[in-house]
């Protein structure tokens, strides 16, 4: 069944040049349970998309058209304090750098605490650091006790970024959204991490959107790819086939483009030379 | 609130003296409460006053045992009754009042004239210079006689007493702390026979006095029954005080801009001719102005009428008056023989054709002092004439401070200051001899330097010749040899000008020609001001 | 630090031209007079030793003559100080209370009338100087209006609480004079008001200009995907890191407000320490500049050291380092 479904969002941002077209016309579907990549280089839009999934680009310089199903509802049409009801608790996110990502001023357990608090207040204090501690486990972090009374600043990245799960996982998500989830993260720990992340996403039944530059990063992860150009989708289908037969020239160059070793560095794509755009969206 | 209350008071009243007319008349009767304010910090012990708002303190707190009289003239006695001179005129004995109370309740009797004798030469500041050198000692005859001796004869001794107040002895020893002659005491305290007593006093921000009851000479049926004399206020605060009815009179140092709305406002003004004078010091020691000549062109080179132009308050009200020479008029001295020098720039080019400088040498400074803006013009007009007929003069200011150390020596003092002098007492002397004698050099009294013997010999004469006659004769020559000498452009008599909210009555400010000219603050006599209740 | 200051400022006080015995004796003074007080005031003495003597009487509490007000100054620093205390806390009150919620407005609602008109606000406090202020605010609210006193601390007929703390207000409440504090307070909004506008004015431009910086950071927009209200954010989850940075800024500006009140004290009659300190100047009162700055740097020092303290008590990486 489909939990996410994007119908032909547009979304265009007003500026003192004039207006620039962030997604054009873009439909994505993520079904329960499902893992998806939304690929692409950075301002191809796919940052735009996940933010306005949840809703965190609403103001007067913003035009938007198109439709975003969550369950049936179309969360572009809900009122911003229903859209509240859903972040964080129905859909909930994991950002880009971890440690800027959490507040330098409040401890991980507060966080945790007011991430919760903010869609229940009924839940048994005595428990709930038990709980926090579970979820801290599940993301394959030793001293959970400490972390829990730590600041962002305490943490290496790799941990921040497993606090980041876990708390994205705290009032049990139907969906989670995760831009660029390792890409501040050390080489050397952005598997670890990818893979704690796939685990307990896949155990919890979870669904996901990855959003990412790397489609290396992309192939063990995610069950079906969409790829993403100038606020246009070029290409969708299983990762399976669009790594074994991809149908877009532009799919193609990024295939290529794909480092020996899983590099945080932007593929370099001679992207201004060619012209992608010209060629249909590609649906496997 | 500017008017509720008058009319809350007013009904009050109707109501009071409906039920209980005869019991209440009385004390319906006293005056309100006074409010004025000076600008520099009131000093409470009359061994340490000088200021002008120390004077102010001292007329009201204290008596001396003479004061001068109205409209003028010899003093005439206060606490004491009567006097007799030895003929050589060393001999003062004085009977004192009987039944003067000081504010204690305890008696005025010879003992607190010999002890606050004793008291301001011990602690040797204020006023008691005046003294020095000249009382050989003081006595007590009996509880109501004292006799002073001097060294030599000192005619302005009898003048002198007016600035020596006498303190309450009882009180003072009875409150004094670790030797200071109870200066602690008195920097808080009042202890004298004046109208009023001082209730609370902060020399920063303000003194507050109230009727003493049983002052000997009595008090005005409407004068204040309390008084809050306030110090440096801004002038903005006091035109907002006054049109707010909640002062009642400015210092004279309010700009007259201000004293000018105020007036247009509905208030009103008061003028008081002071003994003492502006004047514009020349360092005669110094070139180019070192020779008479070339002051003498200066004076003539000074536009009068420009002025005194400045000194307009109001049209009828102006607060300075032509002077004639360093003797204003009122004073023993004052002649009307010497001419008023003119505007004539004839004259002037006349007399620098004279001088021994001209040209290149003819570079002055004329400075006036930062504290008191409105001398800039003076210089300028001086500047504007002096420039006219060949001299090259540049205008500067000075701090007080930095001026005030200047002029203790020759060749830092400048070669024009502009200066106002105030006498100390209501004796000429007390004027010109700190200005003229060669002994009182190095004060900015004396930023002219005059170090001439027949000067010096003047000015000795008039203090050991008691002939009162002769006085007057000395003085008179004194004066025409200073204008002939002319150390000094004489810019006016110091006249003060107040601005009153309407609802006071203050003779002594208001008509004050009738009361004498101020040396210091007699004119502030709360007991004959009439405030509203 | 402050030893220095005192050395630096007992040196300086002496440069200044003029005598300071001359000043205080008046214009007739004699010069065995002059030559008399100076030897009291040990200013005929060497300047090491004239130091020695304050040092020494500093430790008994005695901080030597005023030869302005012919007081010990002790007597006038205390005197002083609370109505100086008082005035810079009401405005440094009227500072944050005013200056940090338009700021925090301002910052939330970037670029939008809000911010506009806030910045409007802090700008006109910003260029123009509390005595301009001072006046203005007599000219409306006393001249015209008249409905607020221009004055002193308290009405002339109303008498001031028995001394505590020295500041009227608490006084008068710690003792239940109701109508005293009221009266106090009708007194302190103006000057309190004139003092505070400038610095007003900067802390709402620094809190804005901090707020937006936190605002832009990952951490609120992190907040908002996890369902943060915006009023938690603002009150909250943005606050406490935008305010400290200008909490340091914020102690400076209240201890600044001490040397800044003395034209505003002129202006309003306060009896306060700026005053006094200005008047020990024009009378080259040695002691009294003296003790006036060093009370002002002891105040910047303490205050400093407050804010550094509160600063590292909120901040958790500074109050962790140091363990």
Redesign the interface.
């Known amino acids: 069944m489909t939990l996410l479904s994007i119908r032909n969002l547009e979304v265009q941002f007003k500026h003192y040049e004039g207006v620039t077209k962030a997604l054009k016309k873009i439909s994505l579907d993520i079904k329960e349970g499902e893992k998806v990549a939304l690929v692409g280089e950075s301002g191809s839009g796919k940052s735009v998309t996940a933010r306005m999934i949840l809703g965190l680009l609403s103001n007067s310089n913003i035009k938007k058209n198109g439709e975003i199903f969550f369950e049936n509802i179309d969360l572009l049409k809900e009122s911003s304090s229903q859209i509240k009801q859903i972040r964080g608790n129905e859909i909930s996110m994991i950002f880009q750098d971890p440690v800027s990502s959490l507040n330098p001023y409040f401890t991980v357990k507060k966080q945790m605490l007011q991430a919760l608090e903010n869609h229940t207040k009924d839940y048994d204090k005595n428990t709930i650091e038990k709980y926090f501690v579970n979820l801290l486990k599940d993301v394959k972090i030793e001293d959970p006790e400490r972390v829990l009374n730590s600041y962002a600043f305490q943490l290496s990245g790799g941990m921040a970024q497993r606090v980041m799960i876990s708390m994205a996982l705290i009032n049990n998500p139907k969906l989670i959204l995760a831009d660029e989830p390792t890409t501040a993260l050390d080489v050397t720990v952005q598997k670890n991490v990818l893979s704690i992340m796939k685990d307990v996403i896949s155990q919890k039944k979870m669904s996901m959107l990855l959003i990412s530059h790397n489609l290396g990063v992309v192939r063990e992860f995610a069950d079906k790819i969409y790829v993403i150009y100038q606020g246009r989708i070029l290409e969708e289908g299983s990762t399976e086939k669009i790594f074994n037969s991809p149908g877009h020239i532009y799919t193609q160059t990024l295939l290529q483009a794909i480092p020996k070793i899983n590099s945080s560095k932007l593929p370099s794509l001679d992207s201004e030379n060619l012209d992608y755009l010209s060629q249909p969206k590609f649906t496997h | ?2 008017f509720s209350g008058g009319k809350m008071r007013i009904f009050k009243i109707n109501l009071l003296s409906l039920l209980v007319t005869s019991l209440f008349s009385l004390s319906l009767m006293a005056g309100g ?1 006074l ?1 004025l304010d000076e600008v520099a ?1 009131g ?1 409470a ?1 009359p061994a ?1 006053a ?2 002008f708002a120390d004077g102010i303190i001292m007329e009201n707190v204290y008596d001396a045992l003479v004061t001068e009289p109205q409209g003028g003239g010899p003093v005439v006695g206060k606490l004491a009754k009567d006097w007799e001179v030895s003929n050589d005129g060393t001999t003062i004995t004085f009977h004192l009042h009987e039944g003067v109370k000081f504010h204690s309740g305890n008696d005025f009797t010879a003992d607190d004239v010999v002890y606050s004798y004793e008291r301001l030469m011990g602690l ?6 005046l003294f ?1 050198g000249w009382v050989k000692g003081i006595k007590k005859i009996d509880s109501h006689k004292v006799q002073f001796d001097l060294n030599e004869p000192y005619a302005p001794f009898m003048s002198s007493l007016v600035r020596f107040y006498i303190v309450d002895s009882a009180t003072l020893k009875a409150n004094e702390t670790d030797g200071d002659m109870g200066q602690a005491y008195l ?1 808080a305290n009042s202890a004298g026979t004046g109208a009023y007593s001082i209730t609370a006093h ?4 303000e003194t507050r006095m109230a009727k003493h009851n049983k002052y000997f000479l009595g008090i005005a049926e409407m004068a204040p029954n309390e008084v ?1 004399l ?1 110090y ?3 002038a ?2 006091v ?3 006054i ?2 009815d ?1 002062h009642d009179i400015s210092s004279n140092w309010l700009p007259t801009d201000v004293k000018a709305a105020i007036a247009d406002s509905g208030d009103k003004l008061a003028k008081v001719v002071s003994a003492g004078g502006w004047y514009f010091k020349i360092n005669t020691t110094r070139a180019p102005l070192d020779d008479v000549n070339c002051r003498k062109a200066l004076a003539y080179a000074l536009d009068y009428d420009s002025l005194v132009g400045t000194f307009q308050v109001t049209d009828d009200i102006a607060a300075g008056q032509k002077a004639r020479g360093p003797i204003p008029q009122g004073m023993i001295g004052y002649s009307e023989d010497v001419p008023l020098v003119e505007y004539n720039l004839d004259k002037a080019r006349d007399y620098l054709s004279k001088c021994k400088y001209s040209g290149g040498d003819l570079d002055v400074t004329i400075n006036w002092i930062a ?1 008191v803006p409105f001398e800039e013009s003076w210089a300028l007009i001086l500047q504007q004439g002096a420039m006219t007929i060949g001299y090259n003069a540049t205008v500067e200011t000075l ?4 001026f ?2 200047n002029v ?1 020596k020759p060749e830092t003092t400048p070669n024009i200051s502009i200066v106002a ?1 105030q006498a ?1 007492t209501p004796d000429p002397d007390g004027l010109i001899y ?1 200005m003229y004698h060669s002994a009182a050099a ?4 004396s930023a002219e330097w005059v170090q001439d013997d027949k000067i010096d010999a003047m000015l000795n004469a008039g203090r050991t010749t008691i002939d009162a006659q002769k006085r007057v004769e000395i003085y008179e020559d004194f004066q025409q040899a200073i204008v002939d000498m002319q150390p000094d452009l004489f810019i006016s008599d110091l006249v003060t000008v107040y601005a009153m909210r309407d609802e006071i009555k203050a003779p002594t400010l208001e008509n004050s020609a009738e009361y004498g000219f101020s040396t210091m603050a007699q004119n502030f006599s709360f007991r004959l001001m009439e405030v509203p209740n | 630090m402050l030893i220095g200051v005192s050395i630096l400022i007992f040196i300086i006080a002496r440069i200044i031209p003029g005598d300071p015995a001359r000043m205080a004796l008046g214009p007739t003074a004699t010069q065995e007079m002059v030559e008399q007080y100076r030897d009291k005031l040990h200013l005929n003495d060497p300047i090491h030793v004239q130091y020695w003597f304050f040092i020494k009487g500093i430790t008994q509490g005695d901080l030597g003559e005023s030869v302005y007000t012919k007081r010990n100054v002790t007597t006038d620093v205390s005197t002083y100080f609370p109505a100086t205390l008082e005035l810079i806390i009401f405005a440094a009150l009227i500072m944050v209370c005013v200056g940090v919620p338009l700021g925090i407005l301002a910052g939330r609602y970037k670029d939008k009338s809000i911010d506009n008109i806030s910045r409007l606000i802090s700008l006109l406090g910003v260029v123009t100087p509390s005595f301009v202020w001072a006046v203005f605010l007599m000219i409306i609210f006393a001249f015209y209006l008249d409905i607020l006193p221009v004055a002193g601390r308290l009405s002339q007929d109303t008498v001031a609480p028995d001394k505590i703390t020295g500041l009227i207000i608490i006084d008068s409440i710690i003792r239940g004079q109701f109508d005293v504090t009221i009266d106090a307070l009708k007194h302190i909004i103006l000057p309190a008001l004139a003092l505070s506008l400038s610095a007003l004015g900067q802390a709402s431009r620094l809190t804005r200009s901090n707020i937006t910086e936190v605002y832009d950071k990952q951490y609120i927009e992190m907040a908002r995907a996890y369902g943060y209200n915006e009023f938690k954010i603002a009150t909250k989850y943005a606050l406490k890191p935008a305010m400290i940075p200008t909490l340091t800024i914020l102690g400076l500006d209240f201890a600044a407000m001490l040397g800044n009140a003395f034209l505003v004290e002129f202006v309003f009659a306060w009896p306060g320490i700026a005053k006094y300190g200005v008047q020990a100047i024009l009378y080259k009162d040695l002691n009294a500049i003296t003790a006036t700055t060093m009370i002002i740097a002891t105040f910047f020092v303490i205050t400093n050291l407050i804010v550094d303290l509160v600063v590292a008590y909120l901040n958790p990486k500074i109050r962790l380092s140091g363990k």
Do not use: H
């Open positions: 609130m500017k409460t409010r910090i000093e012990d340490k000088t200021d040797k500041l204020g006023w008691s210079y020095d920097s902060d020399p920063n921000v809050i306030k440096n206020l801004d903005p605060t035109r907002t005080l049109a707010n909640e504290e701090p007080w401070a930095v005030s150390e203790t002098v100390q700190n190095g004060t900015w009294q």
